[in-house]
């Protein structure tokens, strides 16, 4: 099956990316807001043939740090990792490159001295 890229934004992955306040630091709860933002902005381009994201501060620690959605509905791991198959990525391996994501953008968050 072939898949003609760019999807349309209704057909491409929602990624909800819920951030712990804690992964900025001791001044995390401060800076959350501010990083999403940031972090929104800098990963918007990443995947974006199929994926949209969506950073979040994690202020509510029953909620999981990632979601997947597809049309408005949350999408099992089961459904998430067919979805990816389809672009020759399995789950694991995906979630994998979200949180080293995660990790670069904050290390550049933190080094940059406009936004601490």
């Given at each position: 099956?072939?898949?003609?890229?760019p999807l349309p934004d209704e057909k491409?992955?929602?990624?909800?990316?819920?951030?712990e306040p804690g992964c900025l630091g001791p001044e995390g709860k401060n800076h959350v807001e501010p990083f999403c933002i940031y972090m929104q902005r800098h990963v918007a381009?990443?995947?974006?043939?199929?994926?949209?994201?969506?950073?979040?501060?994690?202020?509510?620690?029953?909620?999981?740090e990632l979601e997947?959605?597809?049309?408005?509905k949350k999408l099992t791991a089961a459904?998430?990792?067919?979805?990816?198959?389809v672009f020759n990525l399995d789950l694991p391996h995906f979630e994998d490159e979200i949180h080293e994501?995660?990790?670069?953008?904050?290390?550049?968050f933190h080094t940059s001295s406009t936004n601490i």
């Open positions: 099956m072939t898949t003609q890229l491409k992955i929602v990624i909800l990316i819920r951030v381009s990443v995947h974006s043939d199929f994926a949209i994201w969506k950073i979040r501060p994690r202020h509510d620690k029953q909620l999981p997947y959605f597809l049309l408005n459904r998430v990792e067919k979805y990816l198959h994501l995660l990790d670069q953008q904050i290390e550049q």
